[in-house]
């Protein structure tokens, strides 16, 4: 459905907060930007953007097999996803952020993989995957009570894993070495971070679409970087620039004909390009 605007925006505010699934999304959308970009933030400073353009390719065939084997949708996020987080860290090894090239080829592996399932599954289920696009491109028709008490918890659950070991974590993320050799568990660390980045994708997936949801880790996270790279300000500004982007892209989609991960990706490369206008005109002024 869609509804056209009106000359008084307090009517078309309020409008948003009429139906039960517009609630919904906004509120399972406040979820996933919160996590997106407290765990984008880290993903950005470790430099694993691809690792989380990788993860955000997997969810599509996850989504996609799930839907084709008569199983939720969500599942096959999650599973997909943390599956190939798995398989990257195992496939990596102790080369694994160390090497550059042979954490890109074992990323770009698993990528070449999942692409390939993904295609199969859409042969296998064509006439029965009625929301390819859904699955691509987002939408927030279909967000359901259920679905968004299920984020909340997922998403909980990843930030408190985030804060309690956000020392560590950033020492790790920062200087390598210099963990391994203060005793941290390195390879633990790595390992789980990649699993919670695994849920952030399959969480956001569900709002923007699979192929969309890269630009919500990365954009909020980059754009405060590029403003602050104090840990406390910048997951703060990320986290406000990510609720800023996903409650304009639901609002305006909510009176548009397109798909919500459009208007979010749109409006997330344009805050991008600010934060960084930003930066230049602050350097040249100083």
């Known amino acids: 459905m869609t509804t056209t605007l009106s000359p008084d925006p307090l009517a078309d505010l309020r409008a948003l ?32 953007t691809f690792a989380g353009h990788t993860l955000s390719v997997m969810a ?9 084997a008569g199983l939720p949708t969500a599942l096959g996020y999650y599973v997909a996803c943390a599956g190939a ?13 160390r090497g550059y090239g042979t954490e890109t080829a074992t990323i770009a592996t698993v990528q070449a993989m999942g692409l390939a399932a993904g295609y199969l599954f859409l042969s296998l289920g064509h006439g029965v995957l009625g929301g390819t696009e859904t699955l691509l491109f987002g ?32 020492l790790e993320t920062i ?3 210099a963990a391994t050799a203060r005793g941290l568990p390195v390879a633990l660390l790595d390992t789980g971070f990649l699993l919670v980045l695994a849920a952030a994708v399959a969480a956001t997936s569900q709002i923007t679409g699979a ?31 990510a609720l800023a982007i996903v409650w304009l892209g639901l609002g305006i ?34």
């Open 211 to 241: 192929l969309l949801v890269f630009a919500l880790l990365v954009a909020p996270a980059a754009a405060a970087q590029q403003l602050t790279m104090r840990p406390g300000a910048g997951l703060l500004l990320s986290v406000a620039f």
């Open 175 to 177: 200087d390598p070495e």
């Open 60 to 68: 599509f065939p996850g989504a996609a097999g799930a839907a084709l």
């Open 253 to 286: 989609a909510y009176f548009s004909i397109y798909p919500v991960g459009f208007y979010v990706t749109s409006i997330a490369f344009a805050v991008y390009l600010a934060a960084r206008f930003a930066r230049v005109a602050t350097t040249r002024l100083a």
């Open 85 to 97: 987080a798995l398989l990257m860290r195992r496939a990596g090894g102790r080369q694994f952020r």
């Open 17 to 48: 907060f009429t139906y039960p699934f517009m609630v919904n999304a906004l509120e399972a959308g406040t979820i996933v930007a919160v996590l997106a970009a407290a765990v984008g933030w880290y993903m950005v400073l470790r430099r694993q």
């Open 139 to 170: 939408t927030f028709l279909g967000v359901s009570r259920n679905q968004v008490l299920t984020l909340l918890i997922i998403a909980a659950a990843a930030l408190i894993l985030i804060a309690t070991a956000t020392r560590p974590l950033l």
